[in-house]
């Protein structure tokens, strides 16, 4: 976990510098690219409207230069219908003065054909040019409709070469011929257009029957082939990285078609827009520089202090509470975190403080605690093994007699004030080289660093001697005594718990001998081995299933029916064979190891109760309960746990308790059950009328049945006391409102004297002894039968 911290927060502290700066960069560029892209798209979109606007404007140039040259043909054409000489010439049908004016008018105007037809439209003269005959068919064709036309004017395809021409009417003054002029379209034309727009010019033609085919250009070589091989009908023309935007005009010609194409350079007009560009890529560039550096400048900040805080918290890991966070001057979060971070370091030390003060001292007497005792202990053996001239040291373990009894009478008040006198008495009995340490409740030990077994003695004589005055608190006398156990190392144990376990067994043998203390002698604890072998024996019998359940019968009085089962445990010992409960219970009860055999029971009875239920005849199980078991808090949620690992509901069992187990220690008893009959447990007193609670108490108590102790049950037959209490005891709980069950039934006698007082179940002899499972499942079928016949 530390090495996985230390490599998140250690290495990841530049990890994460660099992905603040890569994001914030990351998130630059993404603008900025997303502009210039943004930008780019604009600069084409306005460069393509501004050439569709410019081929617009071109049609309208290149249509106005035709009629430009148009309109100089029709005034030369004018000029020589309106010369007197032209017109006498052709009054006397002079040929060759007619040929030498059209000459020498077409020169001057530059049209390169002039031609006289008559008012048939027969060609009468024509100028000196090569023999052409696609032009004379030209002219046949396109002078009927010149005439027609209110402009005199029109386009025709000659060959595959576009001419103008234009037709005047020769008057005299009536219309006695025309003269028409004509012109090709050529490239001079073209070249005037690109220096009048900066469109480039193209002029497909198509005479009639021939495929379509490029006559001029003002393109250069590489885009004049590009549009060759996409044959003229394109829209955009794409050559070498540069795109051309095309417009066609349509001349509407004779004799086949012809299309001039204008053509825009989109590079040539995104031209100036590129240095732009170009500046905003410096200015993003530029941009991403400083915001990289800021970037990493705010990110230092930012992973620095969090550096130093990661340090601070490795140190608080550490234990280190004495040096302060860095960084709390500042005036924003990381001064938030830092100040957060250097509270938690005081608030921890403090803690900790206590923590210690809780985990090695008890609150009540400011004495060591069992933890603090046995460390102490402890080491001082560890430190003393390998020294063959090791002073010995002793343990003394006291035990207050009556004291609950004390806590009863005069309140727990009072008896925490007579725990600290008992504290301050031995403290002042002991010596600075004695340390005294209350162990819990009210047991109390002394460990003598330097004392054989002989000084051991007199010092607990000492302390024997210090009960003998009574403890006065304010108009209250208490009489108190105490019993002593006395353990030496390593004449007794070589080990701390050994040591304990033995001084506390000489603890118990003086208070039931009532010596007041004893030395710890393994003829008194003849067993000590055998209980150590047992406990390891029991912890294996759980775990490789030794332990058996057995169960006992309940029959309900009134039907004769099986209602009930008390669960028992037998130990099928491998070598010893079945164990009777007496041989381990009371050890289990000592050692705590009751606890688990509790939960065995429990899990045992649990998994074996929906095999036991028959329809109709619903069959509770009966499970005790120690004192251990109701001091354990976490006990009810326990049992909640194996509910749900068996699917069994609460209602199904009924949790049996002695009177002794409750009245150990009242108040977490009480709540103990509380919890537990809240969760649908039915709750019984076993063996009724053998303790000392009050029924003042018992009526607090969440219980549901009180089961009649067997020693009075036994003797009523012929003890009239017994009878008396027996009935008393039936009459008692149904008045409030509990069932009762009288164990002990050994004969048809006492099962009759039962019915007959209205107690509610019975056990015993009589009906069977505990049996195994398979045994009871066996049994009660003939109990059944029985009971029909």
């Given amino acids: 976990m530390r090495l996985h911290l ?27 690219t997303a502009g210039l892209l943004v930008v780019r798209a604009s600069i084409e979109r306005n460069a393509r409207e ?50 030498s004016a059209l000459d020498n008018q077409g020169a001057r105007i530059g049209a390169t054909v002039t031609a006289l037809l008559d008012n048939q439209m027969a060609l009468r003269a024509l100028n000196d040019t090569p023999d052409n005959p ?13 005439a027609r036309s209110e402009l005199g004017g029109t386009v025709a395809l000659v060959g595959n070469t576009p001419y103008q021409f234009v037709m005047v009417p020769l008057r005299a003054p009536l219309v006695i011929g025309w003269v028409l002029m004509g012109f090709p379209i050529d490239q001079t034309l073209a070249n005037d257009m690109l220096t009048l727009s900066g469109l480039h010019v193209a002029m497909l033609t198509q005479a009639r029957g021939q495929p379509a085919q490029i006559g001029l250009s003002t393109l250069p070589d590489a885009s004049l082939q590009a549009l060759q091989s996409a044959g003229g009908a394109v829209t955009e023309l794409d050559n070498d990285g540069d795109t051309l935007v095309t417009r066609h005009v349509d001349l509407q010609a004779v004799g086949g078609g012809v299309q001039t194409l204008l053509l825009r350079s989109l590079n040539e007009v995104v031209a100036p827009f590129q240095q732009v560009q170009l500046v905003l890529l410096v200015i993003t560039v530029l941009g991403l520089l400083l915001f990289g550096l800021g970037s990493t400048w705010a990110a230092r900040r930012v992973t620095t202090p969090l550096s ?9 890991g550490r234990g280190e509470y004495d040096q302060p966070v ?9 001064g938030d975190l830092a100040n957060a971070f250097d509270r938690m370091r005081k608030n921890i030390a403090i803690s900790r403080n206590e923590i210690q003060q809780l985990a090695y001292w008890d609150r009540l007497t400011r004495l060591p605690n069992r933890l603090r005792f046995r460390d102490t202990v402890k080491e001082t053996i560890l430190q003393r093994r390998n020294d063959a001239e090791a002073q010995p040291l002793a343990v003394i373990t006291l035990n207050l007699d009556r ?29 600075d080289g004695a340390l005294v340490a209350r162990l819990g409740g ?28 009574p403890l006065s608190f304010d108009d209250q006398t208490v009489d108190l005594s105490a019993s002593l156990g006395v353990a030496c190392w390593p004449q007794h144990a070589t080990d701390v718990d050994s040591l304990l376990g033995r001084a506390e067994v000489a603890m118990y043998i003086a208070k039931r001998k009532a010596t007041v203390f004893e030395l710890y002698d393994p003829a008194l604890d003849s067993s000590s081995k055998q209980t150590l072998s047992l406990l390891s024996e029991l912890r294996y019998a759980v775990e490789h299933h030794e332990l058996r359940l057995f169960l006992q019968p309940k029959i309900a009085l009134d039907s004769g029916r099986v209602i009930a089962a008390e669960a028992l445990v037998r130990w099928q010992h491998p070598v010893r064979g079945l164990v009777p409960p007496d041989a381990f219970i009371p050890f289990a009860e000592q050692t705590g190891f009751v606890r688990q055999l509790t939960l065995w029971m429990f899990d045992e009875a649990a998994r074996q109760w929906a095999d036991l239920q ?54 977490r008893a009480e709540g103990t059950l509380k919890r537990l009959s809240d969760r649908g447990f039915k709750l019984s007193i076993d063996d009724f009328g053998t303790g000392y609670s009050s029924l003042a108490y018992l009526k607090r108590l969440p219980v549901d049945e009180l089961k009649i102790d067997k020693s009075f049950v036994m003797g009523m037959e012929s003890d009239p006391d017994d009878a008396k209490i027996v009935r008393s005891t039936i009459d008692l709980a149904h008045n409030m409102g509990l069932s009762v069950v009288a164990e002990g039934v050994e004969n048809a006698a006492i099962w009759n004297l039962l019915r007959e007082q209205s107690c509610d179940e019975a056990q015993g002899y009589y009906m069977s002894r505990p049996l195994p499972v398979d045994g009871f499942k066996a049994w009660r079928q003939r109990w059944a039968e029985r009971a029909e016949a």
């Avoid at 696609?134 to 010149?146: D, H, N």
Wanted: with cysteine; charged share 25%.
């Fill in 6 to 32: 230390l490599s998140r927060l250690g290495v990841g502290r530049w990890r994460l510098s660099t992905r603040i700066v890569a994001l914030s960069l990351l998130l630059l560029l993404l603008v900025q």
């Fill in 50 to 99: 501004q050439i569709r606007h410019e081929l617009q404007l071109g049609d309208r140039v290149w249509r106005r230069l035709l009629d430009q040259n148009a309109e100089k043909l029709r005034q030369g054409a004018g000029l020589l219908t309106g010369d007197f000489g032209f017109r006498a010439a052709v009054n006397s049908d002079d040929i060759e003065t007619i040929r």
């Fill in 134 to 146: 696609a032009l004379t068919a030209a002219i046949a064709e396109i002078t009927v409709p010149l």
């Fill in 308 to 316: 130093a805080l990661v340090q601070g918290a490795e140190r608080l």
């Fill in 326 to 334: 860095q960084y709390t001057w500042r005036q924003d979060e990381i």
């Fill in 403 to 431: 004291f609950k009894h004390v806590n009863d009478i005069l309140g727990y008040a009072l008896g925490d004030r007579l725990l600290m006198a008992v504290a301050e008495r031995l403290l002042l009995r002991m010596d």
């Fill in 442 to 469: 009210d047991e109390f030990s002394v460990v003598l660093f330097n004392a054989n077994a002989d000084q051991a003695m007199e010092a607990a004589k000492t302390i024997a001697n210090a009960f003998e005055a």
């Fill in 614 to 667: 028959q329809p109709g005849l619903p069959l509770r199980m009966s499970i005790n309960l120690s004192t251990r078991d109701l001091l354990d808090l976490d006990f009810p949620a326990r049992l909640d746990a194996l509910l749900d690992k068996h699917q069994v509901a609460p209602d199904g069992f009924c949790l049996e308790i002695t009177e002794s187990a409750i009245m150990d220690d009242p108040l």
